[in-house]
Structure formats: structure tokens, C-alpha cells
């Protein structure tokens, strides 16, 4: 399965394995050019270790993982990003002794081709209390502070598909939907998402499509309607 003009993003037959653990199962899943997928299911399911084979944070036992054409498997990290692929890890990982506008510097590279270029000044303006704190260092902010600023890193790598995982897990309702709307601005600015969102109301909400993982396979992909109206899928693989 390569990339094709509708996909930019393709990870096709994707296997993974922490030492004797089998953890992906020959995961198949495509992102379209300005698109937001959700990929949702429970702890362990297998979605975050997706998304860091994707920036070969761990490695594809078997699989192809394909940006635009371009095969990614294999690749370090940085390449990967260079390439246009950027993430926004769970746990945030600021650079705590640098203040805000120092950790956005950080981020700063030249865009890609067919990638949307962005500024520090943009980041102010999704988040203006991050303008507030810009002299302030990172490791003194609140994690929904933290969480803006790593989002924001990340998108200053002007990537062509933005990786996102969990980003409202553990903040305040105010700033879950602050960071939900800025989800929906990036996107509609050009920038593909694959998200990995627990709170199903936000992941339905700003995606036009999901996939449902279920012990390291995707087990259901289609709308958001087309989710919802299942309830025994849902129970089966989404119920706590």
C-alpha cells in the first residue's frame, strides 16, 4: 500500500515489538492530504506506540511507513522530522531551564515544500498567554501551559502531517477547549493531524475521520457518524 495523491501519510502492514512482545499487528492506516484522523481505543491498544514508529522513536519490526512517497521506516528521528513529520508527545517534554519563546526557537525550521510555514509571532497569537510568559521558563509553567508550548514547537517545524498525542490528558475544561480549537485552526490552515485523544466528545468533534484500535490492529475505520451510530462497537472496544 504507497502513497498515493489522497494519502500523504501511509503506514501499511506495520509490526512492532518491545523485546518479546508483539505489539503492532500489521497496523494499515492512511492520512490524507488536510485531513484530521483520530485513532482511538484503550490504554495499550497500541496507539501511541503507532505514532512513535512513525517518528522511529521505536523501530518497525516489518511494515512500510510512507510520507508523500517518500519511505520513512528506518529513518531517525530528526530525518523524520526534517522530512515534514512532526509530533507532540504525551509528556510534553519541554526544555525546563529555557523560557517560552527560546523552547518555540528551538522548534524553528525551514519548510518543506507544499508545507504551510509558520511564525513565533503565529504561536502568540493561537496562544496569547503564552505571549504573557514568553521570558518565563518552561519547567515554571502549568502543564496546560506546557502543553500549548509543546504544540507549538512542534508546529514551528512546519510539518505536513502533525502528530498529537493526548494533548488535553489531564488539563482543565477551559484549556481542552483552547487546545481544541487550536487543532481545528491548524488544520484548517493546511496541516494533516493524526490524533490520539481519550476524551471521545473532542476526538469526534474535530476529526473527519477515525480508526478504532483494538490489541494492535485497527479494527474499525470510518466517520465519526458511522462510529457512534455502532454501539456495540463501541462498547466492545472504547467502554471502560
Excluded at 480508526?211 to 466517520?223: K, P, R, S
Aim: charged share 20%.
Amino acid at each position: 500500500m504507497s502513497a498515493t495523491p489522497q494519502n500523504l501519510l501511509s503506514i501499511s502492514d506495520l509490526h512492532v515489538h518491545y523485546g518479546k512482545s508483539h505489539v503492532l499487528h500489521g497496523v494499515n492506516l492512511n492520512i490524507g492530504h488536510n485531513e484530521v484522523v483520530s485513532l482511538l481505543g484503550r490504554n495499550g491498544a497500541g496507539r501511541s506506540t503507532t505514532m512513535k514508529a512513525v517518528m522511529g522513536l521505536v523501530p518497525a519490526s516489518a511494515g512500510s511507513i510512507q510520507l508523500a512517497g517518500r519511505e520513512l521506516t528506518g529513518l531517525r528521528p530528526y530525518r523524520v522530522s526534517r522530512a515534514g513529520v512532526g509530533f507532540v508527545p504525551e509528556e510534553r517534554e519541554v526544555f525546563a531551564n529555557l523560557s517560552v519563546e527560546e523552547n518555540l526557537r528551538m522548534g524553528q525550521q525551514e519548510p518543506t515544500p507544499g508545507a504551510t510555514a509558520w511564525t513565533v509571532e503565529q504561536m502568540f497569537e493561537f496562544f496569547p498567554r503564552l505571549r504573557e510568559r514568553r521570558n518565563t521558563g518552561a519547567g515554571n509553567l502549568s502543564g496546560g501551559e506546557q502543553q500549548m508550548l509543546t504544540l507549538c514547537r512542534s508546529l514551528l517545524g512546519c510539518p505536513k502531517v502533525l502528530l498529537i498525542d493526548e494533548p488535553t490528558e489531564g488539563l482543565a475544561p477551559k484549556i481542552v477547549a483552547v487546545v481544541a480549537e487550536a487543532i481545528r485552526d491548524i488544520h484548517h490552515r493546511g496541516v494533516s493531524i493524526l490524533l490520539v485523544e481519550q476524551k471521545l466528545t473532542i476526538a469526534l468533534k474535530v476529526s473527519s475521520r477515525v480508526c478504532v484500535m483494538g490489541h494492535g490492529q485497527i479494527v474499525f475505520e470510518g466517520t465519526p457518524q458511522a462510529l457512534t451510530d455502532d454501539p456495540d462497537l463501541m462498547k466492545e472496544w472504547l467502554a471502560v
